[in-house]
């Protein structure tokens, strides 16, 4: 074996740390299980980390999810490798795991970098703050985002011009170009599969005009511009900076629309837009917010309540089918839709237009399996064999899957899930042992 | 590496290693150059962003995009809304 290669082994593996795997790690972690928690992300924390507030309480996400992640990442039994990449998992003789995974360089010695800051200031580059969603800049020297876990700096080398000044600034020297990637080869003894969803891209409907027409937005770059660390100082629209006053949100984008291949429903469009929605009414309370859909699916515990508490607000509904969206000098959307409960043609302008993006299967997990292979369902999301019993089994003895990456689902599903999953793997374990 | 490596003053040793893309290059001039003219326009008075746009001759939704990372770096800050309760001006952060 290479000798550069580091070993180690851990009862469990868990791949993604969103909700789903953070809570499957602490389960696993709880009940005595060394855990090494994979996330090829700068932070961990996942989509939920980044959304402002949850549904359908309203309580702000960053103050459920901080004090979770920060459970997660001090839990002893928890090794937590954020920038990381698995490459290949197979299954010995023995029924055991072994992993092969690069920790990607960060160019910041993590342990003594303070969060303070004085890199991002000294740096020259602004580029677009993935985290912000395209909607603001970010320096190439850059703390991913306040509430980043860990909430340490890291260089984005691709947007880097080499010019020192971090390093200059950096008044603990932790800022070392010396770094390199670091392959481990683990043993573990079962594997969770908490690798979430992607975004539906909108570019793919160009007849809703995202990409062209700068006021037409995502539901994740409303979550954004609606969070308490948002990337401008108020609601704007990012066209010209207009505060909005007439909001439209297209449901269903990208979900159970069989032309651009995703006939399933996500889920949790419908309510993540009520939800925003009602935030906005909050913010904007001039604003008049129109939501066009083809049905609600309100069917969550306190759903249909929320949706009732939208329309009391004044949040319209409108059972229409959005046809174009096309741009007027002004910069307002007209929207051609089907009025479906009259079915007539309609036209309406708003000055803004959220486009309720859908939940997509991430595939990268099926690639991960030698040997055996990791089958995944009809839509591409990780198959489960035996739904209705155990619904954290797949295709591979041993692993289990966790969240979204199984499917759509909202946050209190996510977590029961990693309950079902760390339970399954924990029984696993124990029969093993 | 042989040699000891001085902490601090890294970045020469990946110099040696790495040639930085001609396109970064390009986009650091590029948001210079834009910094330093809403910077020196806004020295003078404050402005909305259609003003900023016409004066740095940029498309509206690129004059948000560099005002608002501005905002952010902390350079500028946001001013007074106009009478339409539609538009914000922006001045220097003092
Ligand atoms: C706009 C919007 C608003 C929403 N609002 C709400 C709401 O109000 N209430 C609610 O209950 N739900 C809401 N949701 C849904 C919520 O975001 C999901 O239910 C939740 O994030 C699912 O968690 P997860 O851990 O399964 O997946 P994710 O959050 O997607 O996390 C997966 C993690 O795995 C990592 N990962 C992926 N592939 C790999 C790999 N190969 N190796 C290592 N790591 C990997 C990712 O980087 C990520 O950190 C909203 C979703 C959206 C899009
Ligand atoms: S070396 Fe790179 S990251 Fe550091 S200040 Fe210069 S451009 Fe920014
Ligand atoms: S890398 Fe250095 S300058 Fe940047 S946040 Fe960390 S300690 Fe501060």
């Not at chain 1, 100082?233 to 010209?240: N, V, Y």
């Not at chain 1, 029984?427 to 042992?433: A, C, P």
């Not at chain 2, 900023?52 to 350079?75: C, D, N, R, V, W």
């Amino acid at each position: 074996m290479n000798e550069n290669i580091k070993t180690a082994s851990y009862d469990a593996l868990v791949i993604g740390g969103g909700i789903a795997g953070g809570e499957t790690a602490l389960n696993l972690a709880n009940n005595g299980f060394k855990v090494l928690l994979v996330e090829k992300d700068l932070s961990i924390g996942g989509k939920m980390i980044l959304l402002s507030k949850v549904f359908p309480s309203l309580d702000c996400a960053a103050c459920i999810t901080t004090p979770k992640v920060s459970e997660i990442s001090r839990h002893p039994l928890i090794t937590i490798f954020t920038a990381s990449e698995i490459v290949r998992i197979i299954r010995g003789p023995n029924g055991a795991f072994k992993a092969n995974l690069v920790k990607k360089p960060r160019f910041v010695i993590v342990e003594d970098c303070t969060g303070c800051q004085l890199c991002e200031e000294a740096c020259p580059v602004s580029v677009p703050d993935q985290y912000q969603m395209g909607l603001v800049g970010r320096k190439a020297a850059y703390i991913p985002f306040s509430i980043a876990s860990p909430r340490v700096a890291a260089i984005d080398i691709e947007n880097c011009t080499l010019c020192g000044a971090c390093e200059r600034a950096c008044p603990t020297k932790c800022i070392d170009f010396t770094q390199e990637p670091v392959e481990y080869a683990i043993d573990i003894k079962t594997v969770i599969i908490a690798t979430g969803f992607n975004l539906f891209d909108p570019i793919k409907i160009p007849r809703y005009g995202y990409g062209r027409f700068k006021n037409v937005v995502t539901s994740m770059q409303m979550e954004r511009l609606l969070a308490p660390t948002r990337p401008f100082p108020t609601i704007l629209r990012p066209g010209d900076g207009k505060m909005p006053d007439k909001l439209a949100y297209v449901l269903c984008t990208g979900s159970r629309d069989a032309s651009v291949g995703n006939p399933i429903c996500s889920q949790i469009c419908c309510m993540y837009s009520i939800k925003q929605a009602q935030l906005l009414m909050g913010a904007l309370p001039m604003a008049d917010v129109t939501i066009y859909y083809i049905n609600i699916r309100s069917f969550g515990k306190g759903f249909e309540e929320f949706y009732e508490q939208a329309k009391g607000m004044g949040i319209n509904f409108i059972k229409g089918k959005i046809g174009e969206i096309s741009e007027n000098p002004k910069g307002n959307l007209v929207l051609r839709y089907e009025d479906i409960n009259e079915g007539i043609v309609k036209e309406s302008e708003h000055d803004m237009v959220v486009l309720s993006v859908g939940i997509l299967p991430n595939q990268e997990a099926s690639g991960l399996f030698q040997k055996k292979e990791l089958t995944l369902d009809l839509y591409k999301f990780v198959d489960q064999p035996d739904i209705l019993v155990s619904p954290s089994l797949t295709s591979i003895e041993g692993v289990f899957v966790a969240g979204t990456a199984a499917g759509p689902m909202d946050i209190p599903d996510s977590i029961l899930s990693a309950g079902a999953a760390s339970s399954e793997a924990i029984g696993y374990l124990n029969r093993i042992q | 590496m042989d040699m000891e490596i001085e902490k601090g003053k890294t970045v020469k040793y990946l110099k040696e290693k790495r040639k930085v893309s001609p396109a970064v290059i390009e986009d650091l001039k590029k948001f210079t150059k834009i910094k330093k003219g809403i910077l020196d326009a806004l020295k003078e008075e404050d402005l909305t962003i259609d003003q900023l746009s016409q004066k740095l001759a940029l498309p509206h939704h690129e004059t948000l995009y560099y005002l608002m990372s501005l905002i952010k770096y902390g350079f500028v800050q946001i001013g007074k809304m106009d009478d339409m309760d539609e538009f914000f001006s922006y001045k220097i952060k003092k």
